[in-house]
């Protein structure tokens, strides 16, 4: 093999392993499918984040501590209604049944979580939203949180831009 061969190989080696590691690095980690945020009227609102084909099964919000019972808000999917977009807390969509009632309001000094359950097909999707009404009043507007914890902040128009990663398990 001549030296420029080998320099051409070597070339193409470095740079297929810096193509490797830069797709890599740079693919985003799955997104929130479910954020919160405060409603016109002073309550809280689920986003549910825009993925074709998603069909919600129920969406479950709870107090978050270990040492009290858990109070539970929750609603079911009747026959094949559609996703929503939003729900009110404490007011369920259209084609949606309140399943469990046991919370009833929110307090403050409370962590609550938010759970989504549903599917894209046969492959079960499930998404998480904890907040508190401390952190609810303190996002600043067009603010919403997502994910475990209520620490993620991100603004509203970027949750509900639909890219594919936030339609994955």
């Given at each position: 093999?001549?030296?420029?061969?080998?320099?051409?190989?070597?070339?193409l080696?470095?740079?297929?392993?810096?193509?490797?590691?830069?797709?890599?690095?740079?693919?985003?980690?799955?997104?929130?499918?479910?954020?919160?945020?405060?409603?016109e009227?002073?309550?809280?609102?689920?986003?549910?984040?825009?993925?074709?084909?998603?069909?919600?099964?129920?969406i479950?919000?709870?107090?978050?501590?270990?040492?009290?019972?858990?109070?539970?808000?929750?609603?079911?999917?009747?026959?094949?209604?559609?996703?929503?977009?939003?729900?009110?807390?404490?007011?369920?969509?259209?084609?949606?049944?309140?399943?469990?009632?046991?919370?009833?309001?929110?307090?403050?000094?409370?962590?609550?979580?938010?759970?989504?359950?549903?599917?894209?097909?046969?492959?079960?999707?499930?998404?998480?939203?904890?907040?508190?009404?401390?952190?609810?009043?303190?996002?600043?507007?067009?603010?919403?949180?997502?994910?475990?914890?209520?620490?993620?902040?991100?603004?509203?128009?970027?949750?509900?831009?639909?890219?594919?990663?936030?339609?994955?398990?």
């Open positions: 093999m001549n030296g420029r061969a080998i320099r051409r190989g070597s070339a080696l470095i740079g297929t392993i810096l193509s490797a590691q830069a797709v890599t690095a740079c693919t985003p980690a799955p997104q929130a499918l479910l954020a919160a945020e405060r409603n009227s002073g309550g809280i609102r689920l986003l549910i984040a825009p993925c074709p084909d998603f069909k919600m099964g129920g479950s919000v709870f107090v978050d501590d270990a040492t009290t019972p858990k109070a539970k808000w929750a609603l079911m999917r009747e026959s094949d209604s559609n996703t929503p977009s939003q729900i009110n807390l404490f007011s369920p969509p259209e084609g949606y049944k309140v399943n469990t009632a046991t919370l009833t309001e929110l307090q403050p000094s409370t962590s609550y979580s938010a759970v989504i359950r549903g599917s894209i097909g046969s492959d079960s999707l499930t998404g998480y939203a904890d907040f508190s009404l401390e952190k609810i009043d303190k996002l600043r507007p067009g603010k919403v949180l997502v994910g475990p914890h209520g620490g993620n902040v991100v603004s509203r128009k970027g949750f509900l831009k639909s890219p594919p990663g936030k339609c994955k398990k």
